[in-house]
């Protein structure tokens, strides 16, 4: 889409208007009511630190704010990721290691130090959730032209949420694997 003239900022962008939804009453055109309650359930459990709860909020205003512009749904997608990355940072430094790097290095750190579980077969590698958010997020971080849809976003919001509550729910770090 281009880009939008003053008097089109607060409308909805057209491509929401073919979406739908199904509910007691029927089937009716999704709503921004709609759309807010969604992403208001997407949203972490844990006792995530301030800066990683500011970090995924921002994720979660920008999907809301993808109303407006369907284009800012893959933009909300990656600030997730980045909520993501940034919980596996203050984990590893609460657990006093400070290893860096990006997501990818971030994710082998904490399976080494035992706050992510390891897949150890290959099928539990292939539906390992982490892995999954790693290939999705290189997908977008290394470019794409991509147009996600809500539910694509929304799963990603979702995983990463799970994710960052994952790595929050144990206060102690188990042993190193070997």
Known sequence: MAFRTLDQILKADPRFGDLVVADAAGIRRLTLADHHA?????SLKSQAPP????AFDRARNILLYAWFDYDLLVVGESQAFGAFELALKHRLNAAGRTERGGLGQLID??????IL?????VAAREMDPIEALRHMRNALAHGTSD???????FDVATLCASA???????KTVVAPNP
Not at 38 to 42: A, V
């Open 38 to 42: 969604t992403i208001e359930n997407i």
């Open 51 to 54: 800066t990683v709860m500011h």
């Open 109 to 114: 750190q904490t399976r080494k130090h035992g």
């Open 117 to 121: 579980p390891v897949a150890t077969t």
């Open 147 to 153: 147009v996600h849809t809500p539910a694509m976003a």
């Open 164 to 170: 960052i509550d994952f790595v929050f729910a144990a």
